[in-house]
């Protein structure tokens, strides 16, 4: 007999394959290339029979089979694709299916099942890495059609938006509670909690500018040496490129094909070396630094503003609480947004966050309190 525990187990593995089959096709629908879109299809699809294997073992323990819906975590994930794109989520995803390959290896069923699961999972890791990592290059080569995007900005774009609002509540929060503490008169705590977020968001600002920039100085400059050796040293860049080609998988005979066929390309071989050997997107080098800054500025305030917004109309304790309701709800949903990545509990996420949040700002409260109290005698 099929234990409760099992059955939760099946629905749990189920709502999985079903988030992965509902963001693959999602993903396949928004991709421009027909080559990548059909890698996602298939992914789709075998998450669906992955799908129809617990929806068997659910029907046979006499359990019922819930309405096929996406997660709300999907459901987010999906937005933010079609909104942002498929780059702005292919990390989280790629992070995501790492985790999950190792879920099924200590489940019975997922390895004696005809769908092969668990090995089928690993292959959807290895899968979504090189798609994750794949670099936009070598145009008219099947080696480029098995890679993939090249984040040049390096690191998950959800996750430095969630972090970057969260910076701007907590620091905003605990500095306005501070400011509170110490009774500053009137409009005190107002200005300090603009003065707060503006030297915030600039200090954020300026120090993705300065990050940005010294990367896309640093590529320019491994660029600049790379034509050199292609002038000086063209056998031996050739011999490093047929290597690169072999490390992919290639044959030593193909690669040193293919390798001598993109030397002869001059036009587009510093392009080529540059994406391969360096791992640099010559026509990214890094993404821009006005862009990485304008977004790091708003991110920062836009967490900022919650807490400090009630200081706009309101005065003295009411605003003080009103500013801790804000800021813990928004706490909440900057924990909550953290799951999609984490894929943890909402809950336990969401109140952890509000209890460090918190914490942070009683804590800054009683500094200024003190302060307050010893300055004003």
């Known amino acids: 007999m099929t234990s409760s525990q099992e059955i939760s187990q099946y629905r749990g593995n189920w709502q999985k394959e079903i988030d992965g089959m509902a963001l693959y096709n999602t993903l396949a629908e928004i991709e421009p290339k027909p080559e990548l879109a059909h890698v996602y299809h298939r992914l789709a699809a075998s998450e669906e029979k ?7 073992r659910l029907k046979e323990a006499g359990a019922n089979v819930p309405t096929r819906r996406p997660s709300w975590r999907a459901a987010t994930m999906r937005f933010l694709a079609k909104r942002f794109g498929s780059q702005f989520v292919l ?3 790629t992070g995501n299916e790492r985790a999950d390959s190792l879920a099924y290896d200590s489940q019975p069923e997922a390895k004696t099942d005809s769908g092969r699961m668990s090995a089928d999972e690993k292959s959807h890791a290895r899968l979504m890495a090189a798609v994750s990592d794949r670099k936009n290059g070598l145009v008219g080569s099947e080696v480029a059609q098995l890679e993939g995007r090249h984040h040049a900005s390096g690191g998950n774009a959800l996750r430095a938006a969630v972090l970057g ?31 707060g977020l503006l030297a915030g968001a600039s200090s954020m600002a300026l120090g993705e ?16 040496i790379e034509a050199i050796e292609i002038e000086n040293a063209p056998q031996e860049e050739q011999e490093e490129l047929a290597l690169i080609y072999q490390s992919k998988g290639l044959p030593e005979e193909r690669a040193r094909e293919l390798a001598a066929h993109m030397m002869g390309d001059k036009a587009n071989i510093l392009d080529t070396l540059s994406r391969e050997e360096l791992g640099i997107d010559p026509l990214e080098l890094g993404g821009s ?6 977004t790091s500025f708003f991110l920062f305030s836009a967490g900022a503003i919650i807490p400090l917004f009630p200081y706009i109309f309101l005065h ?14 928004a706490l909440f949903l900057t924990g909550a947004a953290i799951t999609l990545l984490t894929g943890k509990s909402v809950w336990v996420s969401g109140f952890r966050q509000v209890f460090i949040g918190l914490f942070a700002a ?16």
């Open 316 to 329: 003295g304790l009411t605003a003080i609480i009103s500013s801790l309701v804000l800021g813990a709800l």
């Open 209 to 224: 500018w300065l990050s940005v920039q010294s990367s896309r100085e640093l590529y320019q400059n491994q660029i600049k």
């Open 362 to 377: 009683v804590l800054v409260y009683g500094v200024g309190k003190l302060i307050g109290v010893a300055i004003g005698g």
């Open 165 to 195: 609002a969260n910076d701007g509540l907590v620091s905003v929060l605990s500095l306005t509670m501070g400011a509170a503490g110490a009774n500053l008169p009137g409009h005190g705590v107002l200005i300090t909690g603009i003065a």
């Open 91 to 93: 990390p989280t995803v």
């Open 289 to 294: 630094p006005w862009v990485a800054a304008i």
């Open 50 to 56: 992955h799908a129809m294997v617990w929806e068997k």
